[in-house]
């Protein structure tokens, strides 16, 4: 009788701590999504923050025409983001006829940039 009581102590022990690590785990699993959330989203501030400084030294303190080089560095850039709005705006901005309709451009394109950092 008493190593049936053992018996059922243990089992009994066995059973709680199974539940605990159960609930621990979930809590765990959840705070693993939360970071994974906000590393993503660091990464992704960082890579709108390199471009935005390297479209602001490259095409708006440039006195001269941008280069092909400069442009393929631009446009790597706005693509490694993948935002699919970000990009939309870009090629707004590329695609613009006029000056007046660039400078519109670049100012939407600016405000969407400094939007999209969390």
């Known amino acids: 009788?008493?190593?049936r009581i053992i018996f059922i102590a243990?089992?009994?022990g066995l059973v709680v701590s199974n539940v605990y690590f159960a609930l621990k785990s979930s809590s765990l699993g959840g705070e693993l999504n939360d970071a994974r959330k906000e590393a993503s989203s660091f990464h992704r501030n960082e890579k709108v923050?390199?471009?935005s400084r390297l479209f602001?030294?490259?095409v708006l303190k440039s006195g001269n025409e941008v280069d092909f080089d400069t442009r393929l560095k631009l446009e790597n850039a706005i693509?490694?983001?993948?935002d699919d709005e970000i990009?939309?705006?870009?090629?707004?901005?590329?695609k613009s006829q006029?000056?007046?309709?660039?400078?519109?451009?670049?100012k939407n394109l600016l405000?969407?940039?400094m939007k999209k950092i969390q």
């Open 1 to 3: 009788m008493k190593n």
């Open 10 to 12: 243990v089992i009994g």
């Open 49 to 51: 923050i390199n471009f």
């Open 56 to 58: 602001i030294d490259s």
């Open 79 to 82: 693509r490694d983001i993948k």
């Open 87 to 94: 990009l939309a705006q870009w090629n707004k901005f590329t």
């Open 98 to 106: 006029t000056e007046t309709d660039a400078q519109n451009e670049v």
């Open 111 to 113: 405000d969407l940039l």
